[in-house]
Nanobody, 125 residues
Framework: QVLLVESGGGSVQAGGSLKLSCAAS??????????MAWYRQAPGKEREFISS???????NYADSVKGRFTISRDSAKNTLYLQMNSLKTDDTAVYYC?????????????????WGQGTQVTVSS
């Protein structure tokens, strides 16, 4: 079953902008509130952490995207966003959203348990 669905990817020129969205299933009402994140994976490279947002709204960014990307969340819509500005060719990758897990007995889990299938972002020079 698909619990997280990314969208908004595409092809842009260097210096351009894109906004990615990640729609969470209604089955993940609790888990997204624990925290969500964006990762990316370029061809031939390891999956890379991009940004995260905690349950209380605290955000973190990888140094490679700090100042250019902004993560946000619309709790009412159960949707995660990633605004990407000043895109570089090195940003070309498949972008994935993820959600921390949640259990009724322990609450939020530390690991990102749920993952989307990714959306392609291609930045040309």
């Amino acid at each position: 079953q698909v619990l997280l669905v990314e969208s908004g990817g595409g092809s842009v020129q260097a210096g351009g902008s894109l906004k990615l969205s990640c729609a969470a299933s209604r089955l993940l009402i609790k888990s997204p509130a624990c925290g969500m994140a964006w990762y990316r994976q370029a061809p031939g490279k390891e999956r890379e952490f991009i940004s995260s947002i905690s349950g209380d709204g605290t955000t973190n960014y990888a140094d490679s995207v700090k100042g250019r990307f902004t993560i946000s969340r619309d709790s009412a819509k159960n949707t995660l966003y990633l605004q990407m500005n000043s895109l570089k060719t090195d940003d070309t990758a498949v972008y994935y959203c993820a959600s921390r897990g949640w259990r009724i007995d322990t609450g939020c889990l530390d690991e990102y348990q749920y993952w989307g299938q990714g959306t392609q972002v291609t930045v040309s020079s």
